[in-house]
């Protein structure tokens, strides 16, 4: 039980539609990222939030974006959805400072069809 | 830029037999070097680290991984597998400085068979 909750766990969308994704960090976790994990791949880094702003993007286009509130919990949002979306989407919460030291949720898993 | 490749994206061995996992990796700086372990449906388990301290890292359940910087590798070994070993792990790569992101390697499937 690493203390990083997300929800949905799972989630069905169609083509072309906008889906959010939440993540409530691990207490006194003041830094979020998030990976897509394909089906048959390694975790892929979309961005990541510290203190509220984004503070490094993988390669993904601007239809995914985000948010940091306040309480260190983030959303993920993902406009004009493609097929290719279809993944586990992964939240991981650190300290400041503390990279290395990831805890990861459960993951949602989106389905785009 | 950093990368790491598993070599071999399926691997099964007998219960009790060793277990090799492995994993090069790339980097132009000094490397932390991870290996998370996932279960079906589940998100990622931290097993060990290496953060520059000592090159052979002792994790959880039984696992350890030695960083070899000559042979640019971070193999992970069980002397003994168990069916709960069954799952995917993947190795990671990051630099040793701030909250730089996590880059995977695609995993191994682990299948331990009785």
């Known amino acids: 039980e690493t203390g990083v909750t997300q929800s949905p766990t799972h989630l069905i969308k169609t083509r072309g539609q906008q889906v959010t994704l939440r993540c409530s960090s691990q207490s006194g976790h003041n830094t979020v990222s998030w990976y897509q994990q394909a089906l048959g791949q390694g975790p892929q880094f979309i961005f990541q939030?510290?203190?509220?702003?984004?503070?490094g993007r993988g390669n993904f286009p601007p239809r995914f974006s985000g948010l940091q509130f306040p309480n260190y919990s983030s959303e993920l949002n993902v406009n004009a959805l493609e097929l290719d979306d279809s993944a586990l989407y992964l939240c991981a919460s650190s300290s400041e400072g503390q990279g290395e030291k990831l805890f990861f949720g459960s993951g949602t898993q989106l389905s785009v069809l | 830029a950093q990368s790491v490749t598993q070599l071999g994206s399926h691997v099964s061995v007998s219960e009790g037999a060793l277990v090799l996992l492995r994993c090069n990796y790339s980097s132009s700086v000094p490397p932390y070097l991870f290996w998370y372990v996932q279960y079906p449906n589940q998100g990622l388990q931290l097993l060990l680290k290496?953060?520059?301290?000592?090159?052979l890292v002792k994790g959880i359940n039984g696992f350890e991984a030695e960083f070899k910087k000559s042979e640019t590798s971070f193999h992970l070994t069980k002397p003994s597998a168990h069916m709960s070993d069954a799952a995917e792990y993947f190795c990671?790569?990051?630099?040793?400085?701030?909250?730089?992101?996590?880059?995977f390697g695609k995993g191994t499937r682990l299948s331990v068979i009785a």
């Open positions: 290496y953060t520059s301290a000592a090159t």
């Open positions: 939030y510290y203190r509220e702003e984004e503070n």
């Open positions: 990671a790569v990051t630099r040793n400085s701030g909250n730089t992101p996590l880059v």
